[in-house]
């Protein structure tokens, strides 16, 4: 890449060196990034190609899950090498079973990036939605090392479609091929000149069904809703969320509520504790007796939340007063409807879900009632809206065959 470039990424490497001297999240990246080198040098066996498969964080993982577990199935000799950037994503899934080794991914500087691809020799390379990093493209393609992006989506706003996105557009370039998940992304890139390009979906959709059919049963929960006539689900809630949330719920007893909030610190779950003027229990510490006496569980661990929402009638998903919402697809896909606030465009499901009417999103306590109260109320509105939601989610399964069949010749020809 250019000076320019270069120059960026090492300001954003000194950046996180200075930040590690408050943040601990900061420097467990930065000994993991430290640590990737010796890691893979003593584990990648090179006697086999390995593909490599990078996601950002645990998010993008997730999207990615479907495919790597396809692969696997289909592919039980495959080599295959996972890699993070964020501690979010490594901490929770380091040793996810269906990849061979599992490493921090090295800053983007050019010697890095050498070192790196010199070390693990990947003989194709899979990045999963937002992952555009300059040398790690350019040193593949210039090793023609077969490289892919998969459920990318792409908006006018993005840097790559501005006057001044030259050096962006030149990493679009890099890819073998982009899966996007919509036609209205491949017409944004078909207008800069990017073809290497179509519509497959976003793998998801295929994750959160495999997750349902998986059933993880979470007993609190069911023994809290075994009774219930209504029980909403909210997931991944930020103090403003609960602004909404709490009151609503403490002013209506038929309703029960399962929370997990995004943080699960101490002084997060008292703070909710505290607002609740009902029986509530915490999940890592309640009995399902003690669960079925209350009427509030809060789900104060990570990895319980996609159960929960199998014992859920409305949904509620957190985030839309922050940086954007987070997965409404995990709750949709049990057919019911969900509910969240404003800050939800650049999610193309959410738009949708809003369009068919299983989804509703509002920016204050008035946008908040008249969206949840015919819901309460009215047991046929309810159902109509879960069912569109859930139509919704069927409607788009299949995007992880789509990007195994066209990548399946590839994959054969590594093992």
């Given at each position: ?164 996105g030259g050096m962006f ?10 899966f996007v998940q919509d ?117 104060d661990c990570y990895g ?112």
């Amino acid at each position: 890449m250019n000076f320019l470039y270069n120059a960026g990424i090492r300001l954003y490497g000194f950046g996180m060196r200075i930040a590690a001297l408050r943040s601990d999240k900061v420097r467990r990246l930065l000994k993991g990034q430290r640590d990737a080198i010796p890691y893979l040098s003593r584990v990648i066996d090179h006697t086999h190609g390995y593909i490599w498969i990078h996601a950002a964080s645990l998010g993008e993982f997730e999207q990615g899950r479907p495919l790597i577990e396809m692969v696997r199935r289909k592919h039980p000799e495959a080599k295959i090498l996972l890699t993070f950037f964020s501690p979010s994503g490594y901490e929770v899934r380091c040793n996810f079973p269906m990849v061979d080794a599992v490493s921090y991914l090295p800053l983007d500087t050019p010697a890095r990036v050498k070192e790196f691809l010199d070390t693990v020799k990947p003989r194709m390379a899979l990045f999963i939605k937002y992952e555009f990093w300059g040398n790690y493209l350019q040193e593949l393609r210039r090793r023609a090392i077969p490289t892919y992006i998969i459920s990318s989506i792409f908006r006018p706003s993005q840097i790559f479609f501005k006057p001044w996105g030259g050096m962006f557009r030149s990493m679009l370039r890099c890819y073998t091929h982009i899966f996007v998940q919509d036609d209205n992304s491949m017409r944004l890139l078909s207008d800069i000149g990017v073809y290497n390009v179509s519509v497959a979906g976003d793998t998801r959709f295929d994750r959160v069904t495999d997750i349902m059919r998986e059933r993880s049963d979470v007993p609190q929960a069911e023994a809290m809703t075994e009774n219930s006539d209504l029980t909403i689900v909210a997931g991944s809630t930020w103090p403003p969320d609960e602004e909404y949330l709490l009151p609503y719920f403490n002013a209506h007893p038929e309703l029960k509520l399962i929370i997990a909030p995004h943080e699960v610190k101490t002084d997060r779950i008292e703070s909710i504790v505290s607002k609740i003027n009902r029986p509530v229990v915490c999940l890592s510490k309640c009995t399902v007796e003690e669960a079925a006496n209350a009427d509030c569980l809060i789900v104060d661990c990570y990895g319980k939340l996609s159960g929960a929402y199998r014992y859920g009638d409305i949904a509620y998903i957190g985030g839309g007063f922050g940086a954007g919402i987070h997965n409404i697809n995990e709750a949709a896909v049990y057919d019911m409807p969900v509910l969240f606030g404003p800050n939800y465009h650049k999610f193309k499901e959410a738009s949708d879900m809003i369009e068919c009417g299983g989804a509703f999103s509002f920016s204050d306590k008035t946008g908040f009632t008249a969206a949840i109260d015919p819901l309460v109320s009215d047991s046929a509105r309810l159902a109509e809206a879960g069912r569109a939601a859930g139509h919704y989610i069927r409607e788009h399964l299949g995007a992880t065959q789509r990007v195994y069949t066209a990548l399946s010749s590839i994959i054969e020809s590594i093992n």
